[in-house]
């Protein structure tokens, strides 16, 4: 079973940088299912440490440009001092992230009067996770798109809370 978990995990960003796009369309069947097979994969956990990250590859920067160089000190403003310890403020998200799970539930979700307040408080769930600086880049992605996808749906009271989850 271990075996057939890093085979997903080996090839999901591949099957994600193929599919999260799918999460832009103006059809729900197509974003619903997208969503059902990115489901299957195991969930990923929140980034603890910007430094493992490698996005050379994600930028679409000019080669020259080195992320590293401007970004240096990231995270001291993040620090509270505390007596003679510094505690990060955002350390409370650790763990595996669940936001795919989530993004089902919200495209799921019957569109009507009686679970408006349920799809915006989904979406404001995903908008302060992505606030946060700590979700795994191609979950930050596929939220995203999905929030794009979100504003072809024929139901105005989603369109302001995914165009502030953006």
Known sequence: LSRIDNSLNDSSNDVFDLLV????????????HTLKILNNYPDRPFVTDHADLD????????PSFNPIA???GLGQE????NGDTQI????LLTGMCTLMKTLMILETTPLNLRYERDLTSSIGAIEVLGRTGKLPVIYAEAAANH??????VKFQPLWQASIRAI
């Open 78 to 81: 993040n620090m509270k001092e």
């Open 21 to 32: 796009p799918n999460l832009q369309s103006p059809c729900h069947f197509l974003r619903m």
């Open 55 to 62: 996005l050379i590859a994600d930028l679409d920067e000019e």
């Open 147 to 152: 929030m794009l996808g979100l504003l072809h």
């Open 70 to 72: 401007v970004d240096q």
């Open 88 to 91: 990060k403020s955002n350390s």
